[in-house]
T-cell receptor, first 124, second 107 residues
Framework: QVQLVQSGAEVKKPGASVKVSCKAS????????INWVRQAAGQGFEWMGW??????????AQNFQGRVTMTRDTSINTASMELSSLRSEDTAMYYC?????FGPGLGDWFFDLWGSGTLVTVSS | DIQMTQSPSSLSASVGDRVTITCRAS??????LSWYQQKRGKAPKVLIY???SLHSGVSPRFSGSGSGTHFTLTISNLQREDFGSYYC?????????FGQGTKVEVK
C-alpha cells in the first residue's frame, strides 16, 4: 500500500526542538521529493520546505530558515523534519507530502500523497 | 510571495446543489493551480491539478476552470461525502502558497 506514515504527537516546551519522521512505503522512496507543510488549528496551510530523498538536497521557506532541517535515511525509507527554538506559534499539525510531477515545467506538480499528520504542541 | 484568496470562506448547501468556489491569485499563475479537499481531522486530498485536470479516482462531479489570476472549483450535484474544506494552491513560484480555505457545510 502506497502511504506515508508519520510519527506520533509531540508536546514540547518553548525553546526546545522537535523531530517529526515520515516513513514511506509502497513506492520507490528516492524517486519523489517530499515536502513539509503545517496547519495551525482552524487555519490554512504553510509550506515549510522540500527534500530530495535521492540527493539529500533541501530548500527551506524563508520563514523557517535557520530553524528547520530536513533529512532522509534511504535505508529505512524515512524523511525527517526538525524544527528548533520552538515557540507557541509553532503549535500545529505537521504534514509530509509527496510531490507528483506531471510535466516538464517547474510548476508542473502537486501533492498526490500526504502523511496522516503529526500534532506538535508547544506549551510551557 | 503570491497571495491566494478564496471566496467564500464558508457556504451552506444542500445535497444535489451546484457549488462554486473562487480562488484569486495576486499575480498570474496559469496554469499552475491545484485544488484539495480536506475532511475534518484528515490530511488533504488532491482533486484537480493544472487548473482543470481531474486527479485519478476523483469524481467527475468536480471540475476546475480559470486562467491568469481567477480560478474556480465547481462541484455538481453535491453529495454528502463532499462536505468539508477546500483549498486552492499555486505552484507557479516558490514558496507554493494556499488559499485560506472554503468550508462547505450542510444546509
Amino acid at each position: 500500500q502506497v502511504q506515508l506514515v508519520q510519527s506520533g504527537a509531540e508536546v514540547k516546551k518553548p525553546g526546545a526542538s522537535v523531530k517529526v519522521s515520515c516513513k514511506a512505503s509502497g513506492y520507490t522512496f528516492p524517486s519523489y521529493d517530499i515536502n513539509w507543510v503545517r496547519q495551525a488549528a482552524g487555519q490554512g496551510f504553510e509550506w515549510m520546505g522540500w527534500l530530495n530523498p535521492n540527493s539529500g538536497q533541501t530548500g527551506y521557506a524563508q520563514n523557517f530558515q535557520g530553524r528547520v532541517t530536513m533529512t532522509r535515511d534511504t535505508s529505512i525509507n524515512t524523511a525527517s523534519m526538525e524544527l528548533s527554538s520552538l515557540r507557541s506559534e509553532d503549535t500545529a499539525m505537521y504534514y509530509c507530502a509527496r510531490v507528483w510531477s506531471f510535466g516538464p515545467g517547474l510548476g508542473d506538480w502537486f501533492f498526490d500523497l500526504w502523511g496522516s499528520g503529526t500534532l506538535v504542541t508547544v506549551s510551557s | 510571495d503570491i497571495q491566494m484568496t478564496q471566496s467564500p470562506s464558508s457556504l451552506s448547501a444542500s445535497v444535489g446543489d451546484r457549488v462554486t468556489i473562487t480562488c484569486r491569485a495576486s499575480q498570474s499563475i496559469s496554469p499552475h493551480l491545484s485544488w484539495y479537499q480536506q475532511k475534518r481531522g484528515k490530511a488533504p486530498k488532491v482533486l484537480i491539478y493544472d487548473v482543470s485536470s481531474l486527479h485519478s479516482g476523483v469524481s467527475p462531479r468536480f471540475s476546475g476552470s480559470g486562467s491568469g489570476t481567477h480560478f474556480t472549483l465547481t462541484i455538481s450535484n453535491l453529495q454528502r461525502e463532499d462536505f468539508g474544506s477546500y483549498y486552492c494552491q499555486q505552484t507557479y513560484s516558490t514558496p507554493p502558497t494556499f488559499g485560506q480555505g472554503t468550508k462547505v457545510e450542510v444546509k
